[in-house]
């Protein structure tokens, strides 16, 4: 069923009563097929039962949209309500998340993407968060694993986002603040940062972040991740744009030593665990001092690291 010039129906549910608070989780989808039915788990698990579940899917090319569908059509009556999206064109991460949000029906609404999951207690923990601080956005510490492992978030500070995103996408957002905002944007020619852009349009309209100092979140690092492909390779054209955006950022010149030596550390770990998923070995040059041949964090590292890096 066709709902607009860019986006049709796929797969939808009707919709049924629950108690308490609804919330929507929304997951955007892009030829990540052999990740999505793990993200789809992670929220199937959640222990918050009035969930509205909406997936976008942005004209994957594998078999990422049909695998959505099959697993809907067996669980999706565990939800208020589902409905999967899919644009006729690739339409990018922006607007896949902006259709999400045109779509749902709940004032309270997650971000996911297809490649990360959350734990049981995500939504419930973050809901309470959100509602009992009057906030507009929910987020706690993330967990990375895959390829990279480690931790990272921290409190919300306004001040700290003029050198570079902390707070991951994966956040509990009030659609009012999103609409208000303007939703998501690409913030240049090239995708990434839709998220930290966001993040800088909240601060600019004096919204508030509540922290949930809990791990909650887990963000998947693999070598076909944008952030991988292609936020890494093209952090200055990036920084320029989002500058020119929001000409308080002080993005590449304002740096402390410990962010610099963490913004080095974080790209080298990415190039040395894709380097060894994809060849078996480390190369001497890609070895630390103490030979590993593995990729990993400290939460110690990630609290340096932790400005510079932006998804």
């Not at 669980?75 to 208020?80: E, I, L, R, V």
């Not at 308080?248 to 402390?256: A, D, I, K, Y």
Request: charged share 25%; net charge positive.
């Amino acid at each position: 069923m066709a709902i607009g010039r860019h986006v049709r129906v796929v797969f939808e549910t009707p919709r049924r009563n629950a108690t308490g608070v609804g919330v929507t989780v929304i997951i955007t989808l892009y030829n990540y097929e052999r990740y999505i039915r793990d993200a789809l788990h992670s929220v199937l698990s959640q222990s918050y039962s009035n969930i509205e579940l909406i997936i976008v899917d942005d004209a994957s090319s594998d078999d990422s949209r049909n695998s959505a569908r099959s697993w809907l059509e067996q669980n999706g009556a565990s939800f208020t309500h589902v409905k999967l999206l899919s644009h006729l064109n690739n339409r990018g991460l922006a607007q896949a998340r902006n259709t999400g949000f045109e779509h749902t029906t709940n004032e309270h609404v997650f971000v996911l993407d297809a490649d990360n999951e959350i734990y049981p207690d995500a939504i419930a923990k973050l809901m309470s968060a959100c509602i009992s601080a009057n906030a507009e956005v929910a987020y706690s510490f993330i967990e990375k694993f895959g390829d990279i492992t480690g931790v990272q978030g921290d409190v919300w500070n306004p001040s700290r986002f003029a050198t570079g995103n902390y707070v991951d996408a994966m956040a509990l957002i009030k659609r009012s603040a999103w609409k208000k905002a303007g939703g998501y944007s690409q913030p240049s020619e090239i995708q990434g940062w839709e998220d930290y852009d966001l993040w800088c349009k909240f601060v600019e309209l004096g919204f508030r972040g509540i922290f949930v100092p809990e791990i909650l979140c887990r963000y998947r690092v693999h070598d076909s991740s944008m952030l991988t492909t292609t936020t890494m390779p093209n952090l200055g054209q990036l920084e320029f744009d989002m500058t020119k955006r929001h000409p308080w950022l002080r993005l590449g010149v304002s740096r402390t030593f410990p962010e610099k030596v963490g913004s080095r550390i974080w790209r080298f770990r990415i190039l040395a665990a894709s380097f060894n998923k994809r060849f078996g070995f480390m190369p001497r040059r890609l070895r630390s001092r103490d030979g590993f041949a593995r990729a990993s964090v400290t939460p110690a590292m990630v609290r340096a690291e932790i400005s510079p890096r932006n998804d």
